[in-house]
């Protein structure tokens, strides 16, 4: 099966998963506010964020794996491969066994962490042991998927999701409408994770007949340490950008703002993953890509098209979401749940940087990179903290998402110089004409975003679904031939038509 085959193979089935988690994540929230309540909901935003930080135990285990196995799976050296597997479940189990003892460590603070909660400390701390149990569960049987993504085979560790995910979101839906217990709530979270994992283990000793129990190889278990190392400081700069704004928000203004807060974030981190699920097959084909080619040139000339089509896929997405999310709230939960047009405008701006400079990310993983960009990760981390702190006790909220553009920002500059300097090694022309590129999509992003606003203000009429369904097709169609008009002479939009339509014929 060629490359172009498997990135679409991969993508459809990774697009449809998150379809249908995206679909149920709202309707599950909206029965959760409904028959549970806001309180609840930002004690569980909170929590999660709290056992985000514990999930950092992983090190960076699993992205030195994945790195590690793309010349075994390419040499078909099936040994080494079942020695690396062998590693990352041992490293799974500890992981599992970490968070366990953790969540046991962090009850005595968790009243640090809840402003404005009124709930015996009883059920606080049953609910954070349930919650963490749930956690443990995605750890549980988890190490082969591994395997499968390396492979350039997640679509079946998907398709294996999708079943999951309908079966227990079901469940999870009857529950909170008919019984209103937050309990069966999470324990149905821990169920999901774990059935999910078992199922992928079991077809994937079938599918692998040569992984078998093995004593761990020291030789190969101290490469991966030495990678473990350079992206362990990456993990714990990702947590600070993606698990401390709702810590922040709860301790700094009250527990509730994370459930108000959490209804805008929600919409962002499923569009992510619904783009996540579309572009993550192409990681691995990067990393085997690097394996055989050796030309700098061709490796910027595939990150330049790579670029163009997140920005395209940035442009399509992101423009009508921000045009229409507090339509979508009131639609969805009604006009006391909306918060500022400023929130979502660096929510926007955040979900922009996210999907467009991740192309850098994707070339770093590939490369093996990881020790050039981690001072630069923790420097972008740090400033999350401090200002998003600092601006939170100005401006509330919206001074947090400050902060994570900030940071955003830094990242984007590091990963960049380490991709150029470090990774292809094209010099300073090259780099600058890679910002002037991306501060132009900036710009055409900018156009398409004002001139969707612009024309959707002129639709008459409170806000309704066949307005806002009308408001989608517009930013999508007008963003699309603004951008066509804009971006018509570069030579990677040529290269995008090409690709298009091979892809039809085929």
């Known amino acids: 099966m060629n490359r172009k085959v498997i990135v679409l193979k991969n993508s459809l089935i990774g697009l449809i998963s998150q379809v249908v988690t995206f679909v149920f994540a709202f309707i599950t929230r909206s029965l959760f506010i409904q028959y549970i309540g806001i309180e609840l909901l930002g004690i569980n935003g909170t929590f999660a964020s709290a056992l985000n930080a514990l999930s950092i135990s992983e090190f960076g285990f699993q992205t030195a794996i994945v790195y590690s196995l793309y010349q075994p799976i390419y040499k078909r050296d099936f040994k080494k491969v079942n020695d690396i597997l062998n590693i990352l479940k041992v490293v799974y189990r500890c992981i599992g066994a970490v968070i366990a003892i953790g969540s ?13 909660i009124d709930l015996p400390v009883g059920n606080i701390y049953l609910y954070f042991l349930l919650q963490a149990s ?6 549980l049987f988890a190490y082969k998927r591994t395997l499968l993504y390396a ?3 997640e679509y079946f560790s998907k398709i294996i999701d999708v079943f999951v995910i309908c079966l227990f979101n079901v469940a999870q839906c009857i529950t909170i409408y008919k ?7 999470l324990l149905l979270k821990f169920g999901q994770a774990f059935a999910s994992n078992v199922i992928i283990h079991v077809f994937c000793t079938k599918f692998y007949p040569y992984l078998h129990k093995d004593q761990i190889d020291k030789k190969i278990l101290f490469e991966i340490i030495k990678n473990v190392k350079n992206i362990f400081l990456g993990r714990v700069a990702g947590f600070i950008y993606s698990s401390t704004d709702n810590i922040i928000i709860s301790m700094f203004i009250n527990t509730v703002s994370v459930g108000y807060y959490g209804n805008y974030t929600i919409i962002v981190l499923n569009m992510k993953n619904l783009v996540n699920g579309l572009l993550a097959p192409i990681t691995p084909i990067v990393g085997n890509y690097f394996v ?20 395209w896929i940035a442009l399509i997405i992101i423009c009508p979401l921000l045009v229409l999310i507090d339509d979508f709230i009131v639609i969805w939960l009604g006009e006391k749940y909306l918060l500022s047009t400023l929130l979502a405008m660096l929510l926007a701006t955040d979900f922009y940087i996210h999907i467009v400079h991740s192309a850098l990310l994707d070339y770093i993983n590939g490369m093996g990179l990881f020790g050039f960009e981690k001072y630069i990760e923790m420097q972008g981390a740090f400033s999350n903290i401090v200002f998003s702190i600092i601006f939170a006790k100005f401006i509330g909220i919206e001074g947090v998402l400050v902060g994570t553009v900030i940071s955003q920002c830094l990242f984007w500059l590091g990963r960049s110089i380490v991709v150029y300097y ?17 501060v132009y999509y900036s710009i055409v992003f900018v156009v398409c975003v004002s001139v969707c606003s612009m024309l959707y203000s002129c639709v008459n009429g409170v806000p309704s679904v066949k307005k806002f369904i009308f408001g989608g097709l517009l930013c999508v169609g007008c963003s699309i031939i603004l951008g066509i008009c804009m971006l018509f002479k570069f030579k990677e939009q040529q290269k995008l038509y090409s690709l298009i339509k091979n892809l039809i014929k085929k």
């Open 104 to 116: 046991l460590l962090l009850l005595p603070f968790l009243k640090y962490m809840l402003v404005g």
């Open 179 to 185: 019984f209103k217990s937050y309990e069966l709530y």
């Open 134 to 139: 749930a956690s443990v569960g995605t750890y």
């Open 292 to 311: 055989e080619e050796n030309s700098n040139v061709k490796r910027e000339d595939i990150l330049l098209l790579y670029t163009h089509i997140r920005f």
């Open 151 to 153: 492979n350039q085979k």
């Open 422 to 438: 470090k990774g292809i090694q094209l010099g300073k022309k090259h780099f600058g004409l890679y910002w002037l590129r991306n």
